[in-house]
C-alpha cells in the first residue's frame, strides 16, 4: 500500500505544472506535511510550502521534468523500533534547463539533477519527507563549479551495475536483514574511526574489493576499496577532528538495497584540507543520505548525498551567493 501511494504521487507530480503542483502534492500529504531539503531549501510545513520553496522553482527551471528512477524500496524504520514504514526513491530528475535556477546556470541543453527522497507513510498519506538532491551537481554541468578540483570523478551517475534496484513488488524480508546487518557493521567499524586497522583493511571487513562509491559533487566517484581510502576516506578522516557518534532519523532496507538519513548525521571539527578548505572554527553539520546495494555478505555500491552547502554554511561560507556575486 505504501509502495502504491509513493508511485501515485509521482505519477500526479509527472503531470503537474508550476501553477498546479501545489495542489497536486496535497491530494497525497498530510496537512502538516514536514518536509526536510537540503540548502537552501530546508524545512517546509504542508503542501503550498513545499510547492512554492522547492517545486514550482525547480518546474520552472527544469522544463518537460522526468523522474528517471535507479533504486525504489520500502522497509520498516529500525530507528523508531519498526513503528513507521519509509518509501526510498533515488535517481535523477531530468529536464530541460530553460531557466536560472536559484539564480544560477540556465543552458538550455539537458540536465539531470541527483536525488534522493525518503517518504513517511501513515494513515493512506505522506506524512514526512526528506528529499536530498545535489544542487553542485547541477551547476557543475553548467560550468559553474562551486568547490576547487575534487579528489574522484565528477558523473552523471548510474544506477545499480546489476540493473535491479526497482522493487515494485515486496522482497524475502530475510534478504532486507541481510542488507540491514551489513549497513549497521559498516555503521560500526565508521563510527569509532578507532579500530586501529590500516584504512583499507578496515574497509574490507563490511565491503567488496570492487565497490563503487558513487559521492557527491566536490568529492565525486570512485571505485574500488584502494582508491576509495585514497580518495576520499583517507583524505575525510585526515581533514577533521572530533567527529560526534552518527544519528539517524530513518534506517531501513528491502532486498539487497537499503539506507538511511540524519538530521544531521554527525557533526566534527575542520581541520583544513578538505576540498581545499582551510581550517575553520566550530564543528560543521553533516546532513547525509547514503543508499546501498549488497552483494552476498558486504557492501557493492553505495550513492552518498551530503549537503556540502548546509556544511559550508555552518561554518559561515554562503557558496551559492558568492557564486552569483561573481557571475
Not at 522547492?54 to 519498526?82: C, H, K, V
Not at 535517481?91 to 540556465?106: A, E, N, Q, T
Not at 576520499?232 to 530513518?250: K, M
Amino acid at each position: 500500500m505504501e509502495k502504491a501511494l509513493v508511485r501515485a504521487h509521482y505519477n500526479a507530480l509527472s503531470k503537474a505544472t508550476p501553477e498546479t503542483v501545489g495542489a497536486v502534492l496535497a491530494e497525497r500529504t498530510a496537512a502538516d506535511w514536514h518536509w526536510r531539503g537540503m540548502h537552501p531549501f530546508y524545512e517546509q510545513t504542508g503542501a503550498a510550502a513545499v510547492a512554492e520553496v522547492f517545486w514550482a522553482p525547480l518546474m520552472t527551471s527544469l522544463t518537460r521534468m522526468q523522474r528517471r528512477e535507479d533504486i525504489f524500496f520500502a522497509g520498516r524504520n529500525e530507528i523508531d523500533g519498526e513503528a513507521s514504514t519509509w518509501v526510498i526513491s533515488m535517481g535523477h530528475l531530468m529536464g530541460l534547463w530553460d531557466k536560472p535556477l536559484l539564480g544560477l546556470g540556465g543552458t538550455r541543453k539537458i540536465a539531470m539533477l541527483r536525488y534522493a527522497e525518503f517518504n513517511r507513510v501513515e494513515g493512506g498519506q505522506i506524512v514526512e519527507t526528506a528529499m536530498f538532491c545535489d544542487i553542485p551537481h547541477l551547476l557543475m554541468q553548467a560550468g559553474i563549479n562551486p568547490f576547487p578540483p575534487q579528489t574522484a570523478a565528477h558523473l552523471v551517475q548510474p544506477g545499480p551495475l546489476t540493473h535491479d534496484g526497482l522493487l515494485y513488488e515486496d522482497a524475502p524480508a530475510e534478504e532486507g536483514a541481510k542488507t540491514l546487518a551489513a549497513i549497521n557493521a559498516m555503521i560500526g567499524d565508521l563510527g569509532t574511526w578507532q579500530l586501529g586497522l590500516p584504512l583499507e583493511e578496515e574497509l574490507a571487513r563490511t565491503w567488496n574489493d570492487d565497490m563503487i562509491w558513487w559521492g557527491p559533487a566536490g568529492i565525486g566517484a570512485t571505485y574500488t576499496i584502494e582508491r576509495y581510502a585514497k580518495q576520499h576516506s583517507g583524505a575525510f578522516r585526515a581533514g577533521f577532528t572530533e567527529r560526534s557518534s552518527t544519528g539517524h532519523l530513518c534506517r531501513t532496507a528491502e532486498g539487497h538495497y537499503g539506507g538511511f538519513f540524519g538530521w544531521p548525521n554527525f557533526t566534527a571539527r575542520s581541520t583544513g584540507g578538505f576540498m581545499g578548505m582551510p581550517a575553520m572554527e566550530g564543528k560543521g553539520e553533516f546532513r547525509v543520505v547514503d543508499i546501498y546495494r549488497r552483494d552476498g555478505d558486504k557492501l557493492s555500491e553505495n550513492w552518498i548525498f551530503i549537503d556540502i552547502l548546509h556544511w559550508m554554511s555552518t561554518l559561515g561560507v554562503d557558496v551559492l551567493e558568492r557564486l552569483r556575486k561573481a557571475m
